[in-house]
């Protein structure tokens, strides 16, 4: 039976999965999610109080960190040659909630949805780190893909 399974081999073993027969084609990923933080860390953040300095710089750099290393984090995606990858922030005060967007290109022969969802996980998990001394009732939700194609 899981021999039909693309991650298992013989003897039911986990495998990264073969793509070496397929077509090298540009390829690209975007990814969302938030963070509820409060209205004291949006507060804190408006008036630059925060005690570790403005999150959203090394956020957006883990993120782009963290595409770069998915394949050293979910241990059967593959290494891809990152053409491009980003994250930006919008903030909701109303709501007290940061949202992260990311994109991931690449060309290669498969497609970089996880190296999405890695930038946008991360990237929330460090703003997380900058404002936790201020609450400790963060809460990281939806994060999920958004858009995905491939060249033809």
């Known amino acids: 039976m899981a021999a ?8 039911n073993m986990p ?15 975007k990814a969302e999610g938030f963070i509820y933080v409060g209205p004291e860390v949006i507060t804190k953040l408006g008036a630059m109080e925060l005690k570790k300095g403005e999150p959203f710089t090394a956020a957006k750099l883990a993120g782009i960190a963290a595409a770069k290393k998915t394949s050293d984090l979910i241990p059967l ?10 994250v ?19 060309f290669g022969k498969t497609g970089v949805e ?25 809460r990281i939700e939806g994060i999920r893909l958004i858009e995905k194609k491939k060249d033809e």
């Open 4 to 11: 039909d399974f693309t991650h298992y081999g013989e003897n």
């Open 15 to 29: 495998r990264m999965v073969d793509v070496g027969p397929k077509k090298e084609v540009g390829r690209m990923a």
């Open 77 to 86: 995606a593959h290494p891809l040659p990152l053409t491009f990858a980003d």
């Open 88 to 106: 930006d922030f919008t903030t909701d005060t109303l709501n007290s909630v940061i949202k992260a967007f990311s994109e991931v290109r690449c």
């Open 114 to 138: 996880m190296e999405a969802l890695c930038a946008v996980s991360v990237a929330l998990l460090t703003i997380y780190d900058m404002c936790k001394a201020v609450s400790k009732n963060m």
